[in-house]
Nanobody, 118 residues
């Protein structure tokens, strides 16, 4: 099972940008899907963006056009570029790895806090 560590969170004003990074402990090329989830206080954890190992991306409607997910296989790192941040983006952001190999597994990082406030 891969180990995941998120970084890049912080405090930003509305309209600002942040880039989150998710460093994996080993090669991520064979992982079926990697993604970003977030959880705000009192809310369910929700998918923000995901990316398959073939490059297909999926975004939550609330972040389409503002967030971009990308992956650097050579660096074993997943990124989330967040632009035009809004207060409702405030949440703990988690990196996820979904392996459909054998045996399958689903791994999570510890999360990084993103706070959007003036």
């Amino acid at each position: 099972q891969v180990q995941l560590v998120e970084s890049g969170g912080g405090l930003v004003q509305p309209g600002g940008s942040l880039r989150l990074s998710c460093a994996a402990s080993r090669n991520i090329l064979s992982i079926s899907t990697m993604g970003w989830y977030r959880q705000a206080p009192g809310k369910e954890r929700e998918l923000v963006a995901s990316m398959s190992n073939s490059g297909i991306t999926n975004y939550a409607d609330s972040v389409k056009g503002r967030f971009t997910i990308s992956r650097d296989n050579a660096k074993n790192t997943l990124y989330l570029q967040m632009n035009d941040l809004k207060p409702e983006d405030t949440a703990v952001y988690y990196c996820n790895a979904d392996s459909r190999g054998w045996p399958p597994y689903n791994a999570w990082g510890q999360g990084t806090q993103v706070t959007v406030s003036s």
